[in-house]
């Protein structure tokens, strides 16, 4: 029994280890960080954009995404709830059918970002392409971030939307 005893706190002292090691390296990255991705849709252009700028149709394609409420209608206000807690979403700027810019918070896990998403005509369809500029306040997190793909993930996202929309009826 003792011997389980020492392994526990070898692997609980490894952890921590791990931990305050990672939160070390996040005080000396920047917490700015990048996400770029791009995808064919064969939709129309219009339909692509109305559907992505009203964010009530977040989860029904997105994973991530568990509900979304409106807050408001100036400024379109959302809370989305999803597998990171809920985060406050402002609609801040719209040019249909073509461009919107959005930004998130997650204030209690000091998250933040501005999304640019792009549709634009593409062959039969249109590209959708989304820019992401976060901010990560949280030194944890940003050590973390390290062992992340931001464009694989925003791609990941994208994937996701073309399964949804191209598995609908015309």
């Not at 920047?30 to 064969?42: F, L, N, Q, R, Y």
């Not at 409420?69 to 807690?85: I, Q």
Request: glycine residues 8%; aromatic residues 8%.
């Amino acid at each position: 029994m003792k011997k389980l005893g020492k392994w526990i706190a070898l692997a609980v002292a490894g952890l921590a280890t791990a931990v305050i090691l990672v939160t070390v390296i996040g005080f000396f990255r920047s917490p700015e960080v990048t996400a770029k991705a791009s995808i064919e849709i064969a939709r129309p252009q219009v339909e692509v954009y109305d559907f992505l700028v009203n964010l009530e149709n977040l989860p029904r394609w997105s994973s991530e995404v568990k509900s979304v409420r409106k807050v408001s209608d100036e400024p379109r206000r959302y809370v989305v709830s999803g597998n990171s807690g809920e985060m406050e979403t402002d609609i801040l700027n719209t040019e249909r059918p073509r461009r919107y810019v959005s930004r998130m918070a997650t204030p209690a896990m000091g998250f933040s970002g501005d999304w640019e998403i792009t549709v634009e005509p593409e062959g039969a369809g249109c590209r959708v392409s989304s820019n992401a500029k976060l901010r990560i306040e949280n030194p944890f997190f940003r050590g973390m971030a390290m062992f992340m793909n931001g464009d694989q993930a925003e791609e990941g996202t994208l994937v996701e939307l073309k399964r949804h929309l191209e598995a609908q009826v015309r």
